[in-house]
């Protein structure tokens, strides 16, 4: 057998390079598991990080601002929310309705009370979004959802949900968290519009209130379209931050968490799960970061 010694996955020996990391396979010594083994007992090289150190102080900055506003102990509680029919049993048939409770679910993730949350849709082409854009959201074209308020002492927050957001499930609990987001950090008076930095904080507080997963294997789509006469692909963009951004995040979520090798990590999407191996990585071999580990490792 052989095996990256980046990332630790086995090959057969006729294998050449790993086909996630593009390194040199090596072959595995028969007394260890892992060909990185022998790398880590002599002290070999810190794993590299998929993002720069200015996104990577910014994220580690603001995951501590976090856990001083809501409590390491809060922050421990949290459950990771999975993209499956135990965390969402309501049937989903893509209606208002059906929307309307979905926003009522995740609430029930983030702590936000669902009487206090008023939800409205809106199309591409209408002018709800442009009466309520928030500062900075007017370089997103085709707002996902959007969050407005006059003021944070308004007892009622009112969010919008792009109907276009309703054929996909994932890209919908991302977008509903992301404005469930804004509830919290600018309805509860936490972050004023001005912060220039409030719609990566908004993106940062649902992977700090478990629903990571959603936000990140959003951050950046690929899909396919057919008409009558033409076929193509598009890329679409949710979010503010990158998908290396998330996959940190996410990774530092985990770790401090005592989680160096959790299960959900499988649920996320090809790109995002490669960043997150690469940060988790990073962290469990003693990397430089500001955070520190709230929980033994398990």
């Known amino acids: 057998m052989k095996s990256c010694p980046y990332c630790g996955k086995q090959y057969p020996d006729d294998a050449g390079v790993c086909a996630i990391d593009g390194e040199t396979l090596v072959i595995l010594d028969a007394n260890r598991k892992t060909a990185g083994g022998w790398r880590s007992f002599w002290g070999g090289e810190t794993p590299k990080l998929p993002l720069d150190e200015e996104q990577k102080a910014w994220i580690e900055k603001s995951f501590q601002w976090l856990l001083n506003e809501f409590s390491e102990g809060y922050f421990l509680k949290r459950q990771t929310i999975l993209p499956e029919q135990s ?19 995740v609430c029930s993730y983030m702590d936000v009370d669902p009487n206090l949350v008023e939800t409205e849709f809106f199309f591409d082409r209408d002018d709800t979004a442009s009466k309520h854009r928030l500062g900075g959201e007017e370089k997103h074209d085709g707002s996902a959802g959007l969050y407005f308020s006059q003021t944070s002492r308004e007892t009622k927050k009112k969010i919008a949900i792009n109907v276009s957001q309703f054929k996909n499930p994932m890209s919908l609990v991302a977008t509903i968290a992301h404005e469930l987001g804004h509830v919290i950090l600018l309805g509860g008076g936490k972050i004023s519009r001005d912060n220039k930095d409030h719609e990566y904080l908004t993106d940062l507080i649902t992977v700090f209130f478990g629903l990571g997963i959603f936000t990140a294997n959003s951050a950046f789509q690929f899909s396919q379209w057919q008409d009558h006469s033409h076929q193509g692909w598009r890329a679409a963009r949710l979010g503010y931050m990158s998908e290396e951004m998330f996959a940190y995040s996410l990774a530092a979520y985990a770790w401090m968490r005592g989680e160096t090798n959790p299960k959900w990590s499988s649920c996320l999407a090809m790109n995002v799960g490669h960043y997150f191996k690469q940060s988790i990585k990073y962290l469990d071999k003693g990397g430089q970061t500001s955070l520190r580990q709230l929980k033994n490792p398990n």
């Open 87 to 105: 965390f969402f049993p309501d049937k989903y048939q893509g209606t208002e309705e059906c929307v309307v409770k979905l926003v009522e679910r």
